[in-house]
Nanobody
Framework: VQLQASGGGLVQPGGSLRLACVAS????????MGWYRQVPGKQREVVAT?????????VDSVKGRFTISRENAKNVTFVQMNMNSLKPEDTAVYYC??????????WGQGTQVTVSS
């Protein structure tokens, strides 16, 4: 499974950004996809996940502000996360993640999100 992430950037507090991830390869092996984030000196934390049935979960700090969605195509899977009302504490490197039915984790390259005035 290969994950290609895009999006991110610099935005002012209260602004919006969209992250996208394309999964290719053995996508039929994927159950859960999601986004994690990490700031220097801290552990990587889960932000949002969505399963094959499109049931989503969010960390409390982003509920009501972030929305994750997923589209499953024949050879690829698209995952998008819309981030609204961004706060400085959302600043981090965001990583796309996929978990197979066997529990194997796959990671995309990180994309920087910076929320600053």
């Amino acid at each position: 499974v290969q994950l290609q992430a895009s999006g991110g950037g610099l935005v002012q507090p209260g602004g919006s950004l969209r992250l996208a991830c394309v999964a290719s390869g053995l996508i039929r092996s994927i159950n859960i996809m999601g986004w994690y984030r990490q700031v220097p000196g801290k552990q990587r934390e889960v932000v949002a996940t969505i399963n094959l049935g499109k049931s989503a979960n969010y960390v409390d700090s982003v509920k009501g502000r972030f929305t994750i969605s997923r589209e499953n195509a024949k050879n690829v899977t698209f995952v998008q996360m819309n981030m609204n009302s961004l706060k400085p504490e959302d600043t981090a490197v965001y990583y796309c993640n996929a978990i197979s039915w066997a529990g194997t984790q796959y990671w995309g390259q990180g994309t920087q999100v910076t929320v600053s005035s």
